[in-house]
């Protein structure tokens, strides 16, 4: 079983998931994609669900509601959620991919990963951030992205053992 970020939704407010929206219709009529039922569910359930979800545990949230998806279309669902900039696709070393809302707008956040349980528990250390540009500077290094990923065992694991 999967956890994802201590079990608490992933809370992004109205005017994040607007401009979400915006950016995906946008680029769904660049593409002259449609907007069939089956697709606005699996959107709605994506925005409105926890974080770091697979394909699986999405399938199994969107069949609550119409048990006629399949995994194809929550899959290509979200490979467009990918490619139009709305969600970005994760992996952390065990073989899934998972997916969370991306937004230009929102703060950069790093990962800290259960070896145990599958935990994912995201945190924000402006501390790691300036000392990540102080070293790029140092090396006359310009960085485009990075991702901080942090493995080990989780508070609740360590309880148990």
Same mark, same amino acid.
């Not at 501390?127 to 006359?140: K, M, S, T």
């Given at each position: 079983?999967?956890?994802?970020?201590?079990?608490?939704?992933?809370?992004?407010?109205?005017?994040?998931?607007?401009?979400?929206?915006?950016?995906?219709?946008?680029?769904?009529?660049?593409?002259?994609?449609?907007?069939?039922?089956?697709?606005?569910?699996?959107?709605?359930?994506?925005?409105?669900?926890?974080?770091?979800?697979?394909?699986? =545990?999405? !399938? /199994?949230?969107?069949?609550?509601?119409?048990? #006629?998806?399949?995994?194809?279309?929550?899959?290509?669902? +979200?490979?467009?959620?990918?490619?139009?900039?709305?969600?970005?696709?994760?992996?952390?070393?065990?073989?899934?991919?998972?997916?969370?809302?991306?937004?230009?707008?929102?703060?950069?956040?790093?990962?800290?990963?259960?070896?145990?349980?599958?935990?994912?528990?995201?945190?924000?250390?402006?501390?790691? =951030?300036? !000392? /990540?540009?102080?070293?790029?500077?140092?090396? #006359?290094?310009?960085?485009?992205?990075?991702?901080?990923? +942090?493995?080990?065992?989780?508070?609740a694991c360590q309880a148990k053992a």
């Open positions: 079983m999967s956890a994802v970020g201590d079990l608490m939704p992933h809370v992004v407010d109205a005017p994040t998931i607007e401009r979400l929206r915006v950016r995906l219709n946008g680029y769904m009529a660049k593409k002259g994609l449609r907007s069939t039922a089956q697709r606005r569910l699996i959107i709605d359930t994506f925005f409105e669900g926890a974080s770091h979800r697979t394909i699986e =545990e999405l !399938l /199994q949230e969107v069949r609550k509601q119409d048990r #006629g998806v399949g995994y194809a279309t929550v899959y290509r669902t +979200l490979k467009l959620l990918a490619e139009s900039g709305v969600a970005s696709e994760r992996r952390f070393g065990d073989g899934l991919s998972r997916y969370e809302l991306a937004d230009d707008a929102t703060a950069h956040h790093d990962h800290l990963i259960c070896v145990t349980c599958g935990t994912i528990t995201e945190f924000e250390e402006p501390r790691v =951030e300036d !000392l /990540q540009d102080e070293i790029a500077r140092r090396h #006359g290094f310009r960085v485009t992205s990075h991702k901080h990923e +942090l493995y080990g065992v989780c508070r």
